[in-house]
Structure formats: structure tokens, C-alpha cells
């Protein structure tokens, strides 16, 4: 089992720059291939990135490739995620996500995940 605890979040203005952490409990972090999602109010979950256990590979959601980028630290049980460019519509709740095997078909799936973090707010303002 692992634990996600994500930080970073705030409010920041169109056009800035923020980045959210996402750390990991447990001993065996490189056995997890991990996600971004977000939820806007009154929106279902939206991927936004994963990244695979070695860190080699990265996927994004279109809406975020040039913009976002995932990254991770194994030796810091750590992933985290680079938010450029930031327009209102990046407004939501992200959440870590992890599960342990190898990315796959249908890692752009909420399903396909089996732990989550709690969330962090980021809030961009126009």
C-alpha cells in the first residue's frame, strides 16, 4: 500500500507558474506508476498526466502537453507536477494518483488507479 499526501496548491494569477508535490509513504515508491488528475466544481475527474515507475516515460492530456510536466524522484518518494502558463480554466482540486504496476492502456483512467491523495486547490485568477 501506499500513501499520497500532495502540497503546493494556491492562487496564482493567469499566466503564472506553479508546482504541485505529491509524496509518497512506504519503501517501495519505483514499483508505482503515478498520475495527475483534476476535478473542477461541478466536473468529473480529468487526467492530466502520468508518469511511468522509472520515471523514462510521461503522458499527458492534450489540453496539457507544452504546458504541464511530470516528474518524479525516487529516491525522494516524490512526483510532481509543473503547471506553466496557467489560464482560469486550470481552476480545480489535483490529485495525486498511483498504482502499482507498469503503465499501461487505460492509465488516463481514474479507475485505473488505486490510490489517490486528498487533493490541493489551485485557484488562477483572470
Known amino acids: 500500500q501506499v500513501q499520497l499526501v500532495e502540497s503546493g496548491g494556491g492562487l496564482v494569477q493567469a499566466g503564472g507558474s506553479l508546482k504541485l508535490s505529491c509524496a509518497a509513504s512506504?519503501?517501495?515508491?519505483?514499483?508505482?506508476?503515478m498520475g495527475w488528475f483534476r476535478q473542477a466544481p461541478g466536473k468529473g475527474r480529468e487526467f492530466v498526466a502520468a508518469?511511468?515507475?522509472?520515471?523514462?516515460?510521461?503522458y499527458y492530456a492534450d489540453s496539457m502537453k507544452g504546458r504541464f510536466t511530470i516528474s518524479r524522484e525516487n529516491a525522494n518518494n516524490a512526483v510532481y507536477l509543473r503547471m506553466n502558463s496557467l489560464k482560469p480554466e486550470d481552476t480545480a482540486v489535483y490529485y495525486c494518483?498511483?498504482?502499482?504496476?507498469?503503465?499501461?492502456?487505460?492509465?488516463?483512467?481514474?479507475?485505473?488507479?488505486?490510490?489517490w491523495g486528498q487533493g490541493t486547490q489551485v485557484t488562477v485568477s483572470s
Open positions: 508518469i511511468s515507475r522509472s520515471g523514462a516515460n510521461a
Open positions: 512506504g519503501r517501495t515508491f519505483t514499483s508505482y506508476s
Open positions: 494518483a498511483a498504482r502499482g504496476r507498469e503503465l499501461q492502456i487505460g492509465v488516463q483512467m481514474s479507475s485505473w488507479y488505486a490510490y
